[in-house]
């Protein structure tokens, strides 16, 4: 059974920083991606960035390029996101999930979730 378990999250102020993990397991990993999503109270779930296990090519929704990083310990089956420069519209609640094959940034392909974690900017 794929369990993705994200830690990591917590209150901080507008121009902090946070290192979000998913520890992954239950599956071997090697041609699937890995992504990030979001949920801000009365919003859609939406893309934030995403990691192919394999080659680590990677892709970011506009409005965190440049202040997030996605990347991945394939020894240690870890997913991390690496917020800089955090905002108050960077709240939510982070989702880990997992995907066979390519990319994509459409919540629907992915098979497997974490619970969330909250990530809450004050001003």
């Known amino acids: 059974q794929v369990q993705l378990v994200e830690s990591g999250g917590g209150l901080v102020q507008g121009g902090g920083s946070l290192r979000l993990s998913c520890a992954a397991s239950g599956r071997t990993f090697s041609s699937y991606s890995m992504g990030w999503f979001r949920q801000a109270p009365g919003k859609e779930r939406e893309f934030v960035a995403a990691?192919?296990?394999?080659?680590?090519?990677?892709r970011y929704t506009d409005s965190v390029k440049g202040r997030f990083t996605v990347s991945r310990d394939t020894t240690k089956n870890i997913l991390y996101l690496q917020m800089n420069s955090l905002k108050p519209e960077d709240t939510a609640v982070y989702y880990c999930?997992?995907?066979?094959?390519?990319?994509?940034?459409?919540?629907?392909?992915?098979?497997?979730w974490g619970q969330g974690t909250q990530v809450t900017v004050s001003s």
């Open positions: 990691v192919t296990w394999t080659g680590g090519y990677t």
């Open positions: 999930a997992t995907k066979p094959g390519p990319i994509a940034t459409t919540s629907d392909w992915y098979d497997y």
